[in-house]
């Protein structure tokens, strides 16, 4: 099945800096790939996804890259701000089924 | 935020007991989903619902049943708990299955 791994586990930056978070997945088949942030005490939510028809999507201050050929993705965060600090979750789908990365944590510094 | 509601919040009981959670959604939405979240490993599907009465297995789903007697309900049971299951369980929407889930702000359940 469907395995998804994510890098680095936990992630410290400055304000202002730019944050990076990489995910591999290993079934070729899967076709769609969101990312979500979760903040303490809350559910996740969804902050961008791509599909596998797309090398890149952008939102705001917000990125996320697929290389199919690598089977890995990425999620750029620019001019990170404090209120960017939480833990961050790639995963994986296909059929609707998702598999999750193990989460990221991200301290922005003011 | 997604019209998803979790209940209880919070639960704390004793190995061997049951144990039901409740998702309930006002979107309408055909499918619904139970994850747990343990350090480590993210959110791994335990059960899923595609419509009434209609459910499956996710990846964990040993210990656990389902049931969805109408589209709003989607309830999650351990029938004789134990400590490996406690941990935070988040219950998911989505109106198709290729489309994106939204979640819950989910139960801590704790099993002494």
């Known amino acids: 099945g469907e395995n998804v791994e994510q890098h680095p586990s936990t992630l410290s930056v400055q304000e202002g800096d730019s944050a990076v978070i990489k995910c591999t997945y290993s079934d070729s088949a899967s076709n769609y790939f969101p990312w979500y942030k979760q903040e303490l005490g809350k559910g996740p939510q969804l902050i961008i996804d791509?599909?596998?028809?797309?090398g890149e999507k952008k939102d705001q201050r917000i990125a996320v890259t697929l290389n199919k050929t690598a089977k890995h993705f990425s999620l750029h965060i620019t001019e990170t701000q404090p209120e960017d600090s939480a833990v961050y979750f790639c995963?994986?789908?296909?059929?609707?089924?998702?598999?999750f990365g193990q989460g990221t944590e991200l301290s922005v510094k003011p | 935020d997604a019209g998803i509601t979790q209940s209880p919040r919070h639960k704390v009981t004793e190995t061997g007991t049951p144990v039901t959670l409740r998702c309930h959604q006002t979107e309408n939405h055909r499918y619904m989903y139970w994850y747990r979240q343990d350090p480590g490993h993210g959110l791994r599907l335990i059960h899923y619902?595609?419509?009434?009465?209609?459910?499956d297995k996710g990846e964990v789903s040993d210990g656990y049943s389902v049931s969805r007697s109408k589209t709003e309900d989607f309830l999650l049971t351990l029938e004789s708990a134990t400590s490996s299951q406690t941990s935070v369980y988040f219950c998911?929407?989505?109106?198709?299955?290729?489309?994106?889930?939204?979640f819950g702000d989910g139960t801590r359940l704790s099993i002494l």
């Open positions: 995963a994986a789908s296909k059929g609707g089924k998702l598999i």
């Open positions: 619902s595609y419509g009434v009465k209609d459910t």
């Open positions: 791509i599909r596998s028809n797309v």
């Open positions: 998911a929407i989505n109106a198709e299955g290729g489309q994106p889930q939204h």
